[in-house]
């Protein structure tokens, strides 16, 4: 038997020696125990139903996020299957639904629910900074300095691709994109409008220079990171190194498997996401070896209207104004403009 079945037993014995020990409860009447049971889990389920309705009306109106199915999957089946058995029952046996007690229930709620506005809000920041530690010393010490023997650091990485490649990275920045979902595939370029030949497209090349380091009992293990190129239909094409945001990709994943991660099932994953970026960047900003050379990226994936290499070329033109000149005077070999993103072949 695992922890929190232990835990529920524990609950249920402690609850039943309360019920026979008390001598101010009348146990004789077994009808109006089974009513009265009823109707307070129906309102322990409003209650709780009540919460979930706030929170999507919130993403409705704050985030202007439609009703789609991943605001719904946040419906608790087994508490919905229960809600209707309860209302079923009290039904069936004509009792009511609701007395006086149900809104003193309700406002106690709302009071007891305040302290953990501030909790709820310290534990997303807390999953967030974790996450940016372990990034930033995990990977990005490990690709963006030079460790002053076989590599030489990022900006020179680019470089010898630059040469080696033929092209030009008009901004030498590592863009780091997390989205809204906390979702990252293998290949940002699988976020690309499914089906649409006239919008921009991200499409990943060939891999800069791969490093090669023994860490934490591993030796000779790789680090790289993707060279991507922006293909704009009837313009030049625009080279950028950017990564997924892998640390929100295992969030992710743990959320999704609830078994496992009921800690932290309610943290609010937008807020994450601002959290992780906000705690990133001040600790790059605090290392001389890795500052000014990462732009972090918040895509909205849950947004159909949404294109990613659009966010991408924006902020290319915010760090850059000047990029299509770039582009056009180092790229000699990109000279025939390409007519559709499906036309071309990997670099």
Same mark, same amino acid.
């Given at each position: ?189 699988? =976020?690309?409008?499914? @089906?649409?030949? %006239?919008?921009?497209?991200?499409? +990943?090349?060939?891999? $800069?220079?791969? !490093? ?83 732009? =972090?990226?918040?895509? @909205?994936?849950? %947004?159909?209207?949404?294109?990613? +290499?659009?966010?991408? $070329?924006?902020? !290319? ?31």
């Amino acid at each position: 038997m695992d922890q929190n079945k232990q835990i529920y037993c524990f609950k249920v014995l402690l609850v039943a020696g309360i019920a026979f020990g008390s001598r101010s409860l009348e146990l004789s009447n077994k009808n109006v125990w089974m009513y009265s049971i009823a109707r307070y889990v129906l309102y322990i389920l409003t209650v709780r139903a009540m919460h979930g309705a706030c929170a999507v009306v919130y993403d409705l109106v704050h985030h202007k996020r439609p009703l789609d199915a991943q605001l719904l999957s946040k419906v608790n089946v087994n508490h919905a299957g229960m809600f209707a058995a309860v209302a079923g029952f009290l039904l069936f046996n004509e009792q009511t639904f609701i007395d006086k007690s149900f809104f003193f229930i309700l406002i106690a709620t709302v009071v007891t629910k305040f302290p953990e506005i501030e909790k709820k809000k310290k534990d997303s920041l807390n999953y967030a900074v974790w996450m940016a530690c372990s990034y930033f010393e995990g990977y990005l010490v490990h690709i963006l300095p030079s460790d002053g023997a076989k590599f030489f650091g990022f900006l020179e990485n680019m470089r010898v691709y630059e040469d080696r490649q033929g092209v030009v990275f008009p901004v030498r920045k590592l863009f780091i994109v997390a989205t809204k979902s906390l979702y990252s595939p293998p290949q940002l370029e699988d =976020l690309n409008p499914p @089906d649409r030949i %006239d919008v921009a497209k991200v499409e +990943a090349c060939s891999p $800069l220079t791969e !490093i090669e380091k023994n860490v934490a009992g591993v030796r000779n293990r790789i680090y790289k990171n993707f060279a991507y190129k922006i293909y704009r239909p009837g313009r030049l094409p625009v080279y950028l190194s950017a990564i997924g945001g892998t640390p929100m990709y295992t969030l992710y994943k743990v959320l999704r498997n609830r078994d496992l991660s009921q800690e932290i099932a309610g943290i609010n994953r937008e807020e994450t996401v601002s959290d992780f970026f906000k705690a990133l960047r001040s600790i790059i900003a605090k290392s001389p070896e890795c500052r000014d050379k990462c732009e =972090l990226i918040y895509f @909205d994936d849950t %947004d159909r209207d949404q294109n990613l +290499a659009d966010v991408l $070329l924006n902020r !290319i033109r915010e760090l850059e104004p000047n990029f299509e000149e770039i582009i056009a005077q180092r790229s000699p070999r990109r000279a025939r403009v390409p007519r559709a993103p499906a036309a071309h072949a990997r670099v």
